[in-house]
């Protein structure tokens, strides 16, 4: 059973969100150790948990997304992120019942003006990974830890994941979150050669399961 004070992330506000893919609901929730602010997209009978309830062992269809400048606003071709955060939408909307994190952690925890430092690196030939790791940083500096807390905070307990990323499923399930599928979220970029080459290095260098690839 959740004990709502343990959490480290709190409910903020909620409000209707009409979208090209369908109306969800837009949820505002902020860290109670840090000064990041989560977006939560919902759809369908998903509600915070109340004191005293135990979390739900139904599967819930998730994507965890990081926040993605460059890809989510203005559509770069060196990644994929815009296109998985629209495909994510569509599945959800498709389903009628799901839950997307937005999580504000650009350029796999870097930041955005780090990142733009990393593409200054990849123009002169170094790849994702190796501009991450010249500027001093890890290959990845993300944590899941407040976004298992999101789960936990709308009583979800079991996920459909939408992933290719196997550290966020064992993430989560260090969390107490249980995966029971994780769903491949692949999009077409054979014809893209900037995005080929991120998710080549994704899957050689970072473990990505990708099929396409």
């Known amino acids: 059973m959740l004990e709502l004070n343990t959490s480290t992330v709190e409910f903020v506000a909620e409000a209707a ?55 989510d606003v203005f559509h770069s071709i060196k990644c994929d992120c815009g296109r998985q955060l629209h495909a994510a939408m569509k599945r959800v909307e498709s389903v009628g019942r799901g839950i997307i994190i937005y999580q504000p952690q650009e350029g796999r925890g870097i930041g955005i003006i780090n990142k733009i430092r990393a593409y200054a690196l990849q123009d002169q030939g170094a790849d994702t990974v190796e501009a991450n790791l010249r500027l001093g940083f890890e290959v990845d500096e993300r944590s899941y830890d407040q976004c298992a807390d999101i789960l936990k905070l709308y009583g979800i307990g079991h996920v459909q994941l939408m992933s290719n990323n196997p550290d966020k499923v064992a993430a989560l399930q260090s969390s107490g979150i249980t995966t029971v599928e994780r769903v491949p979220i692949e999009v077409e970029v054979e014809d893209v050669e900037p995005a080929h080459d991120y998710l080549k290095i994704k899957k050689e260098k970072m473990g990505h399961l990708l099929s396409t690839i």
């Not at 505002?28 to 919902?42: A, H, Q």
């Not at 135990?54 to 460059?70: E, K």
């Open 17 to 71: 969100l009409p979208t090209e893919v369908g109306l969800f609901r837009i949820a505002g929730v902020r860290s109670k150790t840090t000064n990041e602010e989560f977006v939560v997209l919902l759809k369908g009978d998903i509600r915070l948990l109340e004191e005293g309830e135990a979390v739900s062992d139904t599967p819930t269809l998730v994507r965890i997304h990081s926040q993605c400048l460059t890809g």
